[in-house]
């Protein structure tokens, strides 16, 4: 069974550092692309970022491009993603997912449960 | 960005009904379109991808159609555990984008 649980999220002042885990089991970790994807309180989906299987690869929406990193362990199963000068408007559920193929199609097959990210004084 | 307009906001249905959602996307996405489902405090779920596949363990009163800028989520015999707030997304461009969501409930 597929299972992905973040961890790190918590309250955090502006203009300071998170970062947070994702660690998976259940399928082989280095054959599938990964994708962190967020939801604001009460509001719909946003995609954040994506890494290929090597983690050669990566994407970001451009709000968080040159803030937000994503990366992986393959060894560990682990997903991170390392957050730099948040903001407000990064208070959201962070949520880890899995790809639904092998390659990077951006379709979120799994989900974890999700970890709350604050961003407040 | 993509825009992804869905319609209706939210719905009443009642048990075993037909019940339709649609999404409208802002440029044509050639059928690069995925249906989630959100039950009450879960995680989202991939339903259909590729605007008409049905992603496994799906049961089949789900089914997804259109092309182009439209598309439509469908659900047969509607059950009460299809309450949820249904999304769809485009990957056909980067920044991927969500539907804003359609409430479904039981009438």
């Known amino acids: 069974e597929v299972q992905l649980v973040e961890s790190g999220g918590g309250l955090v002042q502006p203009g300071r550092s998170m970062k947070l885990s994702c660690a998976a089991s259940g399928f082989t970790f280095s054959s599938f692309p990964m994708a962190w994807v967020r939801q604001a309180p009460t509001k719909g989906l946003e995609w954040v970022a994506t890494?290929?299987?090597?983690?050669?690869?990566?994407y970001y929406r451009d709000s968080v491009k040159g803030r937000f990193t994503i990366s992986r362990d393959n060894a560990k199963s682990t997903l991170y993603l390392q957050m730099n000068s948040l903001r407000s408007e990064d208070t959201a559920t962070y949520y880890c997912?899995?790809?639904?193929?092998?390659?990077?199609?951006?379709?979120?097959?799994?989900w974890g449960q999700g970890t709350l990210v604050t961003v407040s004084s | 960005d993509i825009q992804m307009t869905q319609s209706p906001a939210s719905l009443s249905a009642s048990l075993g009904e037909t019940v339709t959602i649609e999404c409208l996307a802002s440029e044509d996405i050639y059928s690069n379109l995925a249906w989630y489902q959100q039950k009450p405090g879960k995680s989202p779920q991939l339903l259909i991808y590729y605007a008409n596949s049905l992603n496994d363990g799906v049961p089949s009163r789900f089914s997804g159609s259109g092309s182009g800028t439209q598309y439509s989520l469908k659900i047969n015999s509607l059950q009460s555990e299809d309450v949820s707030i249904y999304f769809c997304?485009?990957?056909?461009?980067?920044?991927?984008?969500f539907g804003a969501g359609t409430k479904l409930e039981l009438k």
């Open positions: 890494i290929s299987t090597s983690g050669g690869s990566t």
């Open positions: 997304q485009q990957n056909y461009d980067s920044p991927y984008t």
């Open positions: 997912t899995r790809d639904l193929a092998t390659r990077v199609s951006d379709w979120f097959a799994y």
